[in-house]
């Protein structure tokens, strides 16, 4: 299995990245150094969902910090800590991701990267609600895309149920 590099220049997104990017403005290929700082919202693992997979057996809540390649930006994170809702609720509708990808979004992880590489950055894109559904979360936050992070490229700097941020 072929294995995307985010520390090559060839980066490219794949389409399923790319439809989670807004077209206008379509999302760049920037350079990241290390020490760049980057925040993500995770369901804790801790139960059977609702939610079924593919094979229809109950899947665990959660997810590996490092496993998806979706992080946004510092300013995405003080946009939601700075909002008028909650963290979660302003989340869930301006990163346009719905309870079928991350069922609670009750964690908040910042890292930093210890090495340098690249990434997409750009707008999310809207979302429909449920899958195939006519509603739709607005989308519009900044949002980074970058593979295969390994434990060894970067360092956790907090961890935390979101309440306590």
């Known amino acids: 299995m072929f294995e995307i590099d985010w520390q090559n220049a060839c980066l490219r997104l794949n389409?399923?990245?790319r439809n989670a990017f807004t077209s206008n403005p379509a999302p760049e290929l920037i350079w990241i150094p290390n020490d760049f700082i980057m925040y993500r919202l995770r369901t804790k693992i801790t139960s059977i969902s609702q939610y079924k997979s593919p094979d229809s057996s109950p899947r665990p809540v959660g997810s590996n910090i490092l496993k998806s390649?979706?992080?946004f930006?510092?300013?995405?994170?003080?946009k939601l800590i700075n909002g008028q809702g909650s963290i979660t609720s302003t989340a869930r509708e301006m990163l346009a991701v719905p309870t079928r990808f991350n069922a609670d979004f009750d964690n908040l992880i910042s890292i930093k990267t210890k090495v340098s590489g690249y990434c997409y950055l750009g707008l999310t894109s809207p979302m429909s609600l449920?899958?195939?559904g006519k509603e739709y979360l607005k989308g519009g936050f900044e949002q980074i895309w970058i593979p295969n992070l390994q434990p060894s490229q970067v360092n956790?700097?907090?961890?935390?149920d979101v309440g306590t941020f």
Not at 73 to 78: L, V
């Open 15 to 17: 389409d399923e990245a």
């Open 69 to 71: 390649p979706w992080w």
């Open 73 to 78: 930006t510092e300013d995405t994170f003080e």
């Open 130 to 132: 449920v899958e195939n």
């Open 156 to 160: 956790i700097l907090a961890y935390g």
